[in-house]
């Protein structure tokens, strides 16, 4: 079965550093990669996805993730950090037309 | 602004109530789905509907009865549960299509007393 893992539970970051969170695949052929955000409180946002084409991809809120097939890695970043961006980091990949997700990593934001 | 409403948004029930959540999606969906997120453990998937139809039931209590009416309405009926089934449900939403963007509701926050 298709699967991600997150490899760190908990990341602290400053305002205004930089931010990149990892996360690695399992999966047979090309896979479709997904990362979402949970602010406190909320539900799930989709921050961007990967299907086809250019490995960067752009998402909102000023994240972009690359994927390396090579390193079976789908890592996220923010080259700078806003006190906003402290929430919990979902990284998934599909599983039937469902999704399976990642243990989530939550970001903590200093100021 | 979402395109997947969730009713109540916070839930405070006895042990021996009974009570529902409400889910709504406007986005032309044909699949439905109840996740549990419980204090420091991953999601867990406990129900998906896809056109209308039961398809997936992850060993789910039976105190916890889905019911799906319509591809745009799905409740999750609530009775005679325990204090560990305190967490927040969230409700979300998919077309039945490989690589899908899933999209989810605020989640319900439950409190089993």
């Known amino acids: 079965a298709q699967s991600v893992t997150q490899p760190d539970i908990h990341i602290t970051v400053s305002e205004g550093a930089s931010l990149e969170l990892r996360c690695n695949y399992s999966?047979?052929?090309?896979?479709?990669l997904f990362w979402y955000v949970q602010s406190p409180g909320q539900g799930l946002q989709l921050l961007l996805k990967?299907?086809?084409?250019?490995?960067l991809v752009q998402g909102i809120k000023g994240f972009e993730a690359e994927f390396k097939r090579s390193q079976s890695s789908f890592n996220l970043r923010k080259p700078s950090v806003h006190w906003s961006d402290a929430a919990e980091y979902f990284c998934?990949?599909?599983?039937?037309?469902?999704?399976?997700f990642g243990a989530g990593t939550t970001v903590t934001v200093r100021a | 602004e979402t395109g997947v409403t969730q009713t109540p948004r916070h839930l405070v029930m006895g042990m021996t109530n009974k009570k529902s959540l409400k889910c709504e999606q406007h986005?032309?969906?044909?699949?439905m789905y109840w996740y549990k997120q419980s204090a420091k453990k991953p999601l867990e998937l406990m129900f998906v509907?896809?056109?209308?139809?039961?398809?997936e039931n992850n060993s789910v209590p039976s105190r916890f009865s889905p019911e799906c009416p319509n591809s745009s309405h799905l409740f999750l009926h609530l009775h005679t549960l325990q204090p560990e089934d305190s967490a927040l449900y969230l409700c979300?939403?998919?077309?039945?299509?490989?690589?899908?963007?899933?999209?989810f509701g605020e989640g319900s926050w439950l409190t089993v007393v």
């Open positions: 979300a939403s998919s077309q039945v299509e490989f690589g899908n963007t899933i999209y």
């Open positions: 999966y047979g052929a090309t896979p479709y």
């Open positions: 990967y299907f086809s084409g250019d490995t």
């Open positions: 998934a990949v599909p599983e039937g037309y469902k999704l399976s």
């Open positions: 986005l032309g969906h044909n699949a």
């Open positions: 509907y896809s056109l209308e139809e039961r398809v």
